[in-house]
């Protein structure tokens, strides 16, 4: 771009800035930035990037889990995604604002969550070993139901290397009436099976690649493991997940993945 256009293109910003004022997606303090730089500072006190988690699943470890950088639960039976990492937690500062972009639909949320991610995790996490990343997918009926995939609209907004693709489009969901959040784990693990595939023109793009697959909240990891193992069984040869926010350590044994 040329320096008179970048010139005009800064001073066009900064005059919409002062119109039309944004306010921060945490305190609603109004600013020139979707999160300002308290907030910013607070997140950046308390995340889950400040804590030892589980390399595998995402979790918190207890003290005994340190040395081997794995939960007891992924030692004792691995789920098939290979890598987590996890912005924060699920109660923790972003919560609030993740529940406005999707119960209230409002997207200017994205704007605000995804400058978290990227303030916090960008740069540690630019030389990813991945080739492609790919948003968790909502079903048709689910996607016209909210009017946009919650998960891409973050996922469109981060950085990552160059040499990372994002296909918004290659993971497909079927519908499903049940309401995976209400249920217990052994209903979740139960209701996700079957329920993702692979849109047949990248199922050769998506061979022998590391893939990474963003999703907005990880719970039990039940839709994490599924889709690790369709895109394994599709040929993928590492499934990594970045999640923006990860819930509490679960009360009871992850159930037997098969």
């Not at 950046?44 to 007891?72: D, R």
């Not at 004792?76 to 990492?85: G, K």
């Not at 991945?130 to 997918?137: F, I, Q």
């Not at 139960?190 to 023109?201: C, L, N, R, T, W």
């Amino acid at each position: 771009m040329p320096p008179l256009a970048q010139t005009f293109q800064a001073v066009f910003a900064k005059i919409i800035a002062r119109a039309l004022p944004t306010s921060c997606v945490i305190c609603a303090a109004f600013q020139d930035h979707s999160l300002c730089n308290a907030c910013a500072r607070h997140i950046a006190s308390t995340s889950l990037i400040n804590y030892e988690c589980c390399s595998q699943c995402g979790i918190t470890l207890e003290g005994s889990e340190v040395t081997n950088q794995h939960c007891h639960q992924c030692e004792l039976n691995p789920p098939n995604y290979d890598e987590t990492y996890c912005l924060d937690r699920y109660d923790g500062l972003l919560q609030p604002a993740l529940h406005e972009l999707k119960y209230q639909k409002r997207l200017a949320f994205a704007h605000g969550l995804a400058n978290a991610w990227n303030l916090l995790f960008a740069n540690s996490l630019a030389n990813t070993n991945a080739a492609y990343l790919l948003p968790v997918p909502l079903s048709e009926q689910k996607l016209c139901l909210r009017g946009f995939n919650q998960s891409w609209e973050l996922a469109r907004r981060i950085q990552c290397g160059l040499h990372i693709q994002k296909l918004p489009n290659a993971l497909k969901r079927h519908h499903h009436e049940q309401q995976q959040a209400s249920g217990n784990r052994a209903m979740r693990n139960s209701a996700i099976q079957g329920m993702f595939y692979i849109e047949e023109k990248y199922r050769c793009l998506l061979e022998n690649q590391n893939i990474i697959v963003f999703d907005d909240v990880m719970t039990s990891g039940s839709t994490l493991n599924e889709i690790a193992t369709v895109l394994k069984d599709n040929g993928a040869s590492r499934v990594i997940n970045w999640v923006l926010l990860r819930t509490s350590r679960p009360t009871q044994p992850r159930a037997q993945h098969v």
